[in-house]
């Protein structure tokens, strides 16, 4: 089955540098990869996602790039803000045996801290 | 406005114990899923349904089982309840494979 890497596990940074978190994935069939933000006592949510026909996807402050050859993705938090303080995942998505219905598989999270 | 419920927040339950934790969306979505989430080893998928009285196992559905005889609920189910089932539980789903998951709150098992 898929497994995904995902370093680091902590990322301490100061308010207005940037962030990176990487991930490895397993699975060359994979094709959707998204990033999920939880906050402390909060649920996960979604932030961004990549699909496997595009190499980078922006949104303002947060950016994704992939390379399928490598099997490697990465976040890009750029100007930091003490709110992005979280903890973040990265996702691989894979196939059942049918082939027709999709589940993700989760790296083991990054915890981020940005300092004032 | 999006909404995945779940219906405890907090649960303490007895070694041996049955336990059922259930989730519901109000979004007509098709598929919903069942994740532990422990520190240190991140979500990790239980089992999934993609449809009414549907479901696949996950990565670690060893000890659980679940039931969706409607399409906004999905129960899981803890035949036997055992201490290394003590965990945060979050259910989640979307509208269709390869689309945003939404997550429920989360339910904080602790089983004596």
């Known amino acids: 089955g898929e497994n995904v890497e995902q370093h680091p596990s902590t990322l301490s940074v100061q308010e207005g540098d940037s962030a990176v978190i990487k991930c490895t994935y397993s699975?060359?069939?994979?094709?959707?990869f998204p990033w999920y933000k939880q906050e402390l006592g909060k649920r996960p949510q979604l932030i961004i996602d990549?699909?496997?026909?595009?190499g980078e996807k922006k949104d303002q402050r947060i950016a994704v790039t992939l390379n399928k050859t490598a099997k490697h993705f990465s976040l890009h938090i750029t100007e930091t803000q003490p709110e992005d303080s979280a903890v973040y995942f990265c996702?691989?998505?894979?196939?059942?045996?049918?082939?027709?219905?999709?589940?993700?598989?989760f790296g083991k999270g990054t915890l981020l801290t940005v300092n004032p | 406005d999006v909404k995945v419920t779940q219906s405890s927040r907090y649960l303490v339950k007895r070694t041996g114990e049955k336990v059922f934790l259930e989730c519901v969306q109000d979004?007509?979505?098709?598929?919903m899923f069942w994740y532990r989430q422990d520190p240190g080893l991140g979500l990790r998928l239980i089992y999934f349904?993609?449809?009414?009285?549907?479901?696949e196992k996950g990565d670690i559905p060893e000890g659980y089982s679940v039931s969706r005889e409607k399409k906004e609920r999905f129960s899981l189910i803890l035949e036997s309840a055992s201490t290394n089932q003590t965990s945060m539980y979050l259910c989640?789903?979307?509208?269709?494979?390869?689309?945003?998951?939404?997550f429920g709150p989360g339910t904080r098992l602790t089983v004596l």
């Open positions: 989640a789903s979307n509208i269709k494979s390869l689309d945003t998951q939404y």
């Open positions: 349904s993609y449809d009414v009285k549907m479901k």
């Open positions: 699975d060359s069939a994979s094709n959707y």
């Open positions: 979004m007509d979505h098709e598929n």
């Open positions: 996702a691989a998505s894979s196939s059942n045996s049918g082939g027709s219905n999709y589940k993700l598989t």
């Open positions: 990549i699909r496997s026909n595009v």
